[in-house]
C-alpha cells in the first residue's frame, strides 16, 4: 500500500509517493520496539531487487549500533532502525554510501519520509 503526502500547491489533495513498503518491514520493525524480544534489535531496508519502490528487509539481527553499521551494504541506498540500549529509544535513518547509482540515490531520497512514515505507522 503506497504512502500518501499532501500536495500544497494543490490545496491539500492527497497523493501517493509511489513507494510500496513491503509488509515485513513493518513486522521486523515491531520486534525491534519489543520490549521482550532480544533477538532482533535493528533492521536494514533497501529496494527489493530491482523494483523501484518496493522496500523489503536487507538485514536485521542484534548488537545495538555496532551490529547495525556493519550489516550496512556498500553499494545501496537504505533505511534502517535501531534501539539504543542505554535508553530504551529508537533511532531511525538513510544511509547512501558513495558507491550507489546515482538514481537510486534520487529515488531513495525522494521516498525516504514516505518510507518512514508508512512502517512506523504500521506498529
Same mark, same amino acid.
Given at each position: %500500500? #503506497?504512502? +500518501? !503526502?499532501?500536495?500544497?500547491? @494543490?490545496?491539500?489533495?492527497?497523493?501517493?509517493?509511489?513507494?510500496?513498503? +513491503?509488509?515485513?518491514?513493518?513486522?521486523?520493525?515491531?520486534?525491534?520496539?519489543?520490549?521482550?524480544?532480544?533477538?532482533?534489535?535493528? +533492521?536494514?531496508?533497501? !529496494?527489493?531487487?530491482? @523494483?523501484?519502490?518496493?522496500?523489503?528487509?536487507?538485514?536485521?539481527?542484534?548488537?545495538?549500533?555496532?551490529?547495525?553499521?556493519?550489516?550496512?551494504?556498500?553499494? %545501496?541506498?537504505?533505511?534502517?532502525?535501531?534501539?539504543?540500549?542505554?535508553? *530504551?529509544? !529508537?533511532?531511525?535513518? !538513510?544511509?547512501?554510501?558513495? *558507491?550507489? #547509482?546515482? %538514481?537510486?540515490? *534520487?529515488?531513495? @531520497? %525522494?521516498?525516504?519520509? *514516505?518510507?518512514?512514515?508508512?512502517?512506523? @505507522?504500521?506498529?
Amino acid at each position: %500500500m #503506497p504512502t +500518501l !503526502f499532501t500536495d500544497p500547491r @494543490s490545496g491539500g489533495v492527497k497523493k501517493s509517493s509511489g513507494v510500496n513498503v +513491503l509488509p515485513i518491514v513493518s513486522t521486523t520493525w515491531a520486534k525491534v520496539r519489543d520490549d521482550i524480544n532480544t533477538e532482533v534489535d535493528w +533492521l536494514i531496508a533497501s !529496494f527489493d531487487g530491482s @523494483s523501484k519502490t518496493d522496500i523489503t528487509i536487507v538485514a536485521s539481527g542484534s548488537g545495538g549500533v555496532e551490529g547495525c553499521a556493519a550489516a550496512l551494504p556498500e553499494n %545501496m541506498a537504505c533505511y534502517g532502525g535501531c534501539r539504543l540500549h542505554r535508553n *530504551g529509544r !529508537f533511532v531511525t535513518f !538513510f544511509y547512501v554510501p558513495e *558507491g550507489t #547509482p546515482v %538514481m537510486q540515490r *534520487g529515488r531513495a @531520497s %525522494m521516498f525516504k519520509n *514516505g518510507t518512514k512514515q508508512r512502517w512506523i @505507522s504500521a506498529t
